[in-house]
Structure formats: structure tokens, C-alpha cells
């Protein structure tokens, strides 16, 4: 099959399940009360949650520029900012291929060395990319141990019944990870002992090593502990968008909602910051699912969580990712176009 009916194909079908989950999330919503709790709610957090996103992705540019200076020393902060926003504004059409145009972005503005060659190359760029996701999904876990620290009698049977039971009773992870590393491994020592054998195996080989210089990068860091500052302040950002949008529920008027979205939203006002905590961790547990933008899967997750752990009505749980969700990808194509339009105009 042709690579490009191939990728029409896959997006196409990754658009379907987005479409389909949204379809099954809004099903039956009483649209009165979603238009109401919308107009009702504070919208001044809202924008403060967007203006905190934004926020993030300038934070993301500064932690992973300190991955790319030992590649490319001249690397800016704006060079950054710029092809994250990008990053995130493709990510919105086409799941995951966001993170190929940023690598590509930071190739095109990498200066060259005395043979005119680009210092950032595209290998070395997508293992800095690596090591960032890397680091998220480490940051991730840590997120999830304080949360069980801190209230395993609220959280810990939601993730023993919806996560680790779940897995254990499909398939054993260690031996998927075992069989990846190995195989991971033998290919990478494959393609060393053909390296001189023939002129593709030689560039898989150098695609090969420029990988492992770019995630070789995280060794050569200077001032690491900067690194680790701006991790943990990217994470707090994110839980501060999550409070945001929970204390935007708070200001709805109960006596203008039906009966039953006005009981749950006496519970809404009793979320506390770990509850936020919590709800960020879903809300990241749902990008796992590669539909455009999200769209569908965060919906159905983050409300799916407020329904298993507090017992509030899918329909409020729903107006509560429709605003974290919609107001961040907002930020998303706002920052986005942004950055797009300050590259064509320095282009020109």
C-alpha cells in the first residue's frame, strides 16, 4: 500500500475513535444544564488556567534547550518556545507527528560547523525528545506514589480495579518490557556488525548513533539540578491548571442547575488540591490514546474519574473536562499560530 493512502488510512481512523468517544461522552447530556453551568461558572480561572499553559510550554522550551546545548551551543530560548507551540499546534490535527516537526524545527535553525553541516542534526534531536518524554513519564509515576501516599483509602481502589488489576489480567508488563529491551538490543547490535557492509546499514548505523548522542545529552548537562527545577515546575504548573478549572465549578449558583447537578456540585466545592492532583494524573493517563487533539479520549477518561471516585454525574464531569480540555487547546492553537506566524514573518 502507498505510504501516503497508509497515513490517510491511520489518521483517519485515529479521528474515528475520537469522534466515536466523543459521541458515547456527550450522549444524553442534558445540553440546558451544560450551557448553564458553562455561563455560570468563573471564567477569570479559566483564563488563568490558559495563561498557566502557555506558561508550560515556555518552561518545556528552557528544560529541553538545556538538552540541546551540548549538541548545538548557539540553541535560544525562543528557538524552543517556537517549536513546541508548533509541536503542540500539529499535534491538534495529527497525533504524535507534532513531535517530528519541533525535531525538524530545531535542525532548520541549528547553526553549521566549519563544513557547513547542521550541529543539531535530526537523529540527535529526536533522542533529546526521547529523554523528555522519557523524564514525563518518570515525573508520571512519581505523581502517582505521592498520590497513593497521600490517600490510598480515596485512590487506591481506583487504581488497583482500573489500572493494575487490569494489566495483570491482560498481559504480563515485565515480560513485554523484557522482550522489547532484548529485541531493542539485538537490533541496535545488528546494525553495528553491518555498518561497513553496505551504504544503508552504515546510515541506519550513524541514524542509530545520533540517537544515542542526543539522549547521551541529559550526561553532559551543565547545572542539572536546573533541570530537575524546571521539571518540577512544569508539573506544578499542570496541577495548578487542574485547580483552576475546579475552582471555576465552585462559582456556579446551585439554585440555577436541575436538582441533580446542584447536589454534585456540593461536592465540587469540596475538592481540595490533592483532588486536583488527582484529576491532572487522569487527564495525562488519557493522552496514552493517539486521537487528534485528544478529543474524546480526555473527555471520557476525566469524567469517567470524577464518576468512580466522587460519584458526581458524568454530565458535571463532562463540563469539567469540556473547559480544561477546550481552554487548553485554545492556549494550544493561540501559542501555536503565534510561533508559526513569527517564523514566517523572520523567514521573510
Not at 502557555?54 to 530560548?77: C, E, H, K, N
Not at 507551540?85 to 516537526?101: A, D, K, Q, S, T
Not at 496514552?288 to 485528544?294: H, M
Not at 464518576?307 to 458526581?312: A, D, L, T
Request: proline letters at 2%; one cysteine or more; glycine letters at 10%.
Amino acid at each position: 500500500m502507498d505510504k501516503k493512502v497508509s497515513n490517510i488510512l491511520k489518521y483517519a481512523l485515529w479521528i474515528g475513535v475520537a469522534v466515536m468517544l466523543l459521541f458515547f461522552s456527550f450522549r444524553g447530556v442534558d445540553w440546558k444544564d451544560f450551557g448553564m453551568a458553562l455561563r455560570g461558572c468563573r471564567w477569570e480561572y479559566v483564563i488563568l488556567s490558559m495563561f498557566l499553559g502557555a506558561l508550560v510550554f515556555y518552561v518545556r522550551g528552557l528544560r529541553w534547550r538545556m538538552q540541546l546545548l551540548p549538541i548545538d551551543p548557539s540553541t535560544r530560548s525562543l528557538t524552543c518556545f517556537n517549536a513546541y507551540n508548533i509541536c503542540m499546534l500539529v499535534n491538534l490535527v495529527l497525533p504524535r507527528v507534532g513531535e517530528v516537526v519541533r525535531c525538524g524545527y530545531i535542525t532548520k535553525n541549528s547553526a553549521r560547523d566549519g563544513e557547513g553541516r547542521r550541529l543539531a542534526t535530526m537523529d540527535k534531536v529526536i533522542g533529546t525528545v526521547l529523554v523528555d518524554r522519557l523524564w514525563d513519564a518518570v515525573s508520571l509515576v512519581l505523581v502517582l506514589v505521592v498520590l497513593l501516599s497521600l490517600m490510598w483509602d480515596k485512590f487506591g481502589a481506583f487504581f488497583t480495579q482500573n489500572i493494575f488489576t487490569g494489566l495483570s489480567g491482560r498481559v504480563n508488563l515485565g515480560w513485554v518490557l523484557a522482550f522489547l529491551a532484548v529485541s531493542a538490543a539485538g537490533f541496535i547490535w545488528l546494525c553495528r556488525c553491518l555498518r561497513d557492509r553496505g551504504r544503508i546499514w552504515g546510515r541506519v548505523w550513524g541514524f542509530i548513533s545520533g540517537i544515542g548522542e542526543g539522549l547521551a545529552t541529559c550526561l553532559h548537562m551543565e547545572r542539572g539540578w536546573l533541570f530537575i527545577f524546571y521539571t518540577v515546575v512544569i508539573w506544578c504548573l499542570y496541577w495548578l491548571m487542574s485547580a483552576c478549572i475546579m475552582w471555576s465549578l465552585q462559582g456556579i449558583d446551585p439554585a440555577r442547575m436541575s436538582p441533580e447537578l446542584a447536589e454534585a456540585l456540593v461536592k465540587i466545592d469540596s475538592l481540595t488540591m490533592v483532588d486536583a492532583l488527582f484529576l491532572m494524573f487522569a487527564g495525562a493517563l488519557s493522552s496514552v490514546v493517539p486521537v487528534p487533539g485528544g478529543f474524546g479520549a480526555f473527555h471520557t477518561v476525566v469524567a469517567g474519574a470524577l464518576v468512580s471516585i466522587y460519584g458526581i454525574p458524568f454530565g458535571l464531569g463532562l463540563i469539567f473536562a469540556t473547559l480544561s480540555h477546550e481552554s487548553q487547546v485554545i492556549t494550544d492553537a493561540v501559542c501555536g499560530a503565534c510561533s508559526y506566524a513569527y517564523e514566517a514573518l523572520h523567514k521573510s
